[in-house]
């Protein structure tokens, strides 16, 4: 089957309006030579072939598609199943990815791949994926989020990465992405940045939603098998978009399925802290492409803020704006509170502890379950495991 939405973005890297090369001419040039040898690359049987073994092989794919028969049953409408990436190695999506980007930095005869993390994530999937690939691994973060994300810092160092504190400005994210960028300049075309989500410039919106549509296709053929039909509802969380768009665009083209995005409204909706950038942001630009921003007056970034930190982004990736316009997806947000007790009920009830990020999803599917009949099915992306989480969880209710 043909997928239309598979042929965007244009050549420009445009979904509708969204998206581009909003970036100096030098760059632009750095990002066209990106996205010519990816075009190349990806069409080979050898790139191919090698990362459909590692996502067998060594993340452990396909993960599989769990009901969760003790919540539906609680909840007494439809019935909720969850796509289990939180068993993949190293604990979430972002493996599928950052295996694309180092396998890519490997073809492409790169010396070094560079990012920016924040609460960690991205860097520890990154340096996973560097050690496996063998190629040197540089991860920029913030001095004030290397003492809070202790076990993250502890599992990029044992895997040989090397991590540069960032003391300038805010010492947390913002000025990780600036320290990183930099570092990248001095030697593009030895270097590869890797992009932890479908954000940025072109290619990586595209890449990135390249590496990670196997989720969906998976829960597709798997629902087809199991139960000979497509489910009614496929909802994920929203932070840059990554695992949202690698599960909804197997499901784009069948009208009857219905797609959620959930971000998050943090403290609540008329606070300024959330990040729920579909629901209330407006367009700009940020980090070198066009999308829906929360941004002030003069164009900059907002603080923004979320329960969980893999979610706490200013803009959002350019396919979902488009998919948010033309009405295709729908998004809707969750708050901590609600978030919290969703992470809660499917400890206690299924016995697995979600990433909080994982857990808007979660939450949404509990507040919509019971308008719906019980032979109906939502399928949720569980994107990450909770261990991470566990610890701030269990202070904060005192448990
Ligand atoms: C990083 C992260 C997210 C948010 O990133 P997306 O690009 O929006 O998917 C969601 N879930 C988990 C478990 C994460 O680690």
Redesign the pocket.
Known sequence: MTNRFLEMPDTNGYFGEYGGQIIPPELKTIMDEISAAYETVRQTETFQQELQELYADYVGRPSPIYHASRLSKKLGGAGIYLKR??LNHT????INHCLGEALLAKYMGKTKVLAETGAG??GVALATACALVGIDCEIHMGEIDIAKEHPNVTKMKILGCDLIPVTRGTRTLKDAVDSAFDEYLKDPVNFLYAI????GPHPFPKM?RDFQQIVGHEAREQFLTKFGALPDVVT?????????I?IFTAFLEDDAVELVGVEPAGKGLDTPDHAATLTLGSKGSLHGFKCYNLQDDQGEPLPVYSI?S??D?PGV?PQHCYLKDIGRVRYESINDQECLDAFMTLSRMEGIIP?L??AHAVAYAMKLAPSLPKDQRILINL???GDKDADFVADRLNL
Not at 237 to 243: E, Q
């Open positions: 990436e939180d604990g979430a999506h972002k994530q991205h932890g989500s479908v954000v990135v994920a969380c929203v932070g840059g978009g990554s695992n949202a690698g969980a893999g979610l982004y990736g990433a990020e994982s994107s990450g495991r």
